[in-house]
């Protein structure tokens, strides 16, 4: 009997300088689908993935601009989803983190594979002309991966006296978690970074090249992509989808203009809530395992800082989570060799 399992699609920053060559064991199999895509981004006079992954070393202005790190992000979990074996596990449904849910829409055959070009090199471009805004993460989660209370309401208050002070503008951008994601203005984070305390002496940490992706700062964007993407592209799936409010999309109950209204609205100027997602994902499909597509391994403690808070099958801790990895691990994740190698098809073995 296949193990039933839920695929989970990657989202921006999750390829690194670790990641360079990463889709380059794929090229025997998929070369095909690589080329098309090399050929798309050739005839818009852009970087192709073969040059972005091919690269003799990761340039963090080359490779983490939205233009060029959407695109092979989506390129290298795309390869990763075909390679999946199928003679033993059944993928039941089809999520993902911010960026993620585009390539969402691609993996479970919500649209094609042109339609998927179109809107993530469409959207991971809207950014060209000067990044709008930016994110900061902070962790609401103590040393055991158990949330902390106290810290939710620490980020709720430092948001709450930023847009009152006037100084700026900041939100609830990705709920990722044992983390909290905000998206603002340059003077809100600012302002938020100064409020928030140090914490692993790592953290209040601003994300590089991103954004106030999930934020009514991202409301041109809205507009514009509307504009520029039409119905057309958008099918509903052949596998179910869940979306950062945790709605399931089903194959025979889609409506695509929905489909649309949601992607390029809700999804752009709201906040994403991929700790719900995955926990639906949990109770409505019960899947054996979880699989996180590469490019990396960056959600693997989000989803189990999940996993944690719903009590999944008796994990409730960092080390009750760990020791699970170890022993038989329901996070199956793609960038990591070792685990890559337990959920490809027979033709990728050595």
Same mark, same amino acid.
């Given at each position: 009997?296949?193990?039933?399992?839920?695929?989970?699609?990657?989202?921006?920053?999750?390829?690194?300088?670790?990641?360079?060559?990463?889709?380059?064991?794929?090229?025997?199999?998929?070369?095909?689908?690589?080329?098309?895509?090399?050929?798309?981004?050739?005839?818009?006079?852009?970087?192709?993935?073969?040059?972005?992954?091919?690269?003799?070393?990761?340039?963090?202005?080359?490779?983490?601009?939205?233009?060029?790190?959407?695109?092979?992000?989506?390129?290298?979990?795309?390869?990763?989803?075909?390679?999946?074996?199928?003679?033993?596990?059944?993928?039941?449904?089809?999520?993902?983190?911010?960026?993620?849910?585009?390539?969402?829409?691609?993996?479970?055959?919500?649209?094609?594979?042109?339609?998927?070009?179109?809107?993530?090199?469409?959207?991971?471009?809207?950014? +060209?002309?000067?990044?709008? $805004?930016? /994110? %900061?993460?902070?962790?609401?989660?103590?040393?055991?991966? @158990?949330?902390?209370?106290? &810290?939710?309401?620490?980020?709720?208050?430092?948001?709450?006296?930023?847009?009152?002070?006037?100084?700026?503008?900041?939100?609830?951008?990705?709920?990722?978690?044992?983390?909290?994601?905000?998206?603002?203005?340059?003077?809100?984070?600012?302002?938020?970074?100064?409020?928030?305390?140090?914490?692993?002496?790592?953290?209040?940490?601003?994300?590089?090249?991103?954004?106030?992706?999930?934020?009514?700062?991202?409301?041109?964007?809205?507009?514009?992509?509307?504009?520029?993407?039409?119905?057309?592209?958008?099918?509903?799936?052949?596998?179910?989808?869940?979306?950062?409010?945790?709605?399931?999309?089903?194959?025979?109950?889609?409506?695509?203009?929905?489909? +649309?209204?949601?992607?390029? $609205?809700? /999804? %752009?100027?709201?906040?994403?809530?991929?700790?719900?997602? @995955?926990?639906?994902?949990? &109770?409505?499909?019960?899947?054996?395992?979880?699989?996180?597509?590469?490019?990396?391994?960056?959600?693997?403690?989000?989803?189990?800082?999940?996993?944690?808070?719903?009590?999944?099958?008796?994990?409730?801790?960092?080390?009750?989570?760990?020791?699970?990895?170890?022993?038989?691990?329901?996070?199956?994740?793609?960038?990591?060799?070792?685990?890559?190698?337990?959920?490809?098809?027979?033709?990728?073995?050595?």
């Amino acid at each position: 009997m296949k193990e039933r399992i839920v695929a989970i699609c990657p989202g921006r920053g999750s390829y690194t300088r670790d990641e360079l060559n990463y889709f380059s064991k794929y090229r025997q199999h998929f070369g095909g689908f690589i080329d098309r895509m090399d050929a798309r981004r050739r005839r818009l006079n852009e970087p192709t993935v073969s040059e972005l992954d091919g690269a003799t070393q990761f340039q963090v202005n080359f490779h983490t601009p939205g233009e060029n790190a959407s695109i092979l992000i989506h390129t290298c979990a795309m390869l990763d989803f075909m390679a999946i074996d199928r003679e033993r596990y059944e993928v039941v449904a089809v999520t993902g983190n911010s960026l993620g849910w585009y390539l969402t829409l691609a993996a479970a055959g919500a649209m094609d594979e042109d339609s998927a070009f179109t809107l993530i090199n469409t959207m991971g471009s809207m950014m +060209r002309g000067g990044v709008v $805004g930016g /994110q %900061v993460i902070y962790p609401v989660v103590d040393e055991n991966w @158990v949330q902390d209370p106290e &810290k939710e309401r620490l980020v709720e208050k430092a948001l709450s006296d930023v847009n009152q002070s006037g100084e700026g503008r900041i939100y609830s951008s990705i709920y990722l978690g044992g983390y909290r994601v905000m998206g603002g203005d340059e003077a809100g984070i600012r302002k938020l970074m100064k409020l928030l305390p140090v914490v692993d002496e790592r953290y209040p940490f601003k994300l590089i090249n991103h954004a106030a992706f999930h934020t009514p700062i991202l409301d041109d964007v809205s507009r514009k992509a509307f504009e520029v993407l039409g119905s057309n592209l958008f099918r509903a799936p052949q596998i179910p989808m869940i979306d950062g409010r945790g709605k399931i999309w089903q194959p025979y109950s889609t409506d695509s203009g929905e489909l +649309r209204t949601y992607t390029l $609205g809700h /999804q %752009v100027t709201a906040a994403y809530d991929f700790t719900t997602a @995955v926990s639906v994902a949990l &109770k409505e499909f019960a899947p054996d395992r979880f699989v996180l597509l590469g490019p990396g391994a960056s959600l693997g403690g989000s989803i189990g800082q999940i996993l944690i808070k719903n009590q999944w099958q008796s994990i409730r801790s960092k080390s009750d989570f760990s020791a699970r990895q170890d022993k038989d691990p329901y996070l199956l994740s793609m960038g990591r060799p070792d685990q890559w190698a337990r959920t490809v098809g027979y033709q990728f073995k050595a």
